[in-house]
């Protein structure tokens, strides 16, 4: 059982950066895909970063060249730097595991249940 712990988020103005973490409880990094989901009021989760264990990684269309995804296997934690924040990226959010491989396809269409691991989020406010 992995457990996922974010932190991170906060509120900061349009065109400002933040960094999310994700520290999880075992070795998970290299053994797993963790990716970067966020949820908005009113709107369904969606995949924003991913990341394999051998450290290929997958973005969304709205975040690529804004947002970079990272890991440190050693201490156990991912990161998801995001720069040039818009209001449009205001979400909650998660964290999530799957053992070894990402999803096929595009991550726009990677969905919650693809994943059995998941953290409690951090809330990101952009204004």
């Known amino acids: 059982h992995v457990q996922l712990v974010e932190s991170g988020g906060g509120s900061v103005q349009t065109g400002g950066s933040l960094t999310l973490s994700c520290a999880a409880s075992t070795d998970t990094y290299d053994n797993y895909c963790v990716t970067w989901f966020r949820q908005a009021p009113g709107k369904e989760r969606e995949g924003v970063a991913g990341i394999d264990g051998d450290g290929r990684t997958r973005y969304a269309d709205s975040v690529k060249g804004r947002f970079t995804i990272s890991k440190d296997a050693a201490k156990n934690i991912l990161y998801l730097e995001m720069n040039s924040l818009q209001p449009e990226d205001t979400a909650m959010y998660y964290c999530?595991?799957?053992?070894?491989?990402?999803?096929?396809?595009?991550?726009?269409?990677?969905?919650?249940?693809?994943?059995?691991?998941w953290g409690q989020g951090t809330q990101v406010t952009v204004s």
């Open positions: 999530a595991a799957r053992f070894i491989f990402c999803p096929g396809g595009n991550i726009a269409t990677w969905t919650s249940s693809d994943f059995g691991f």
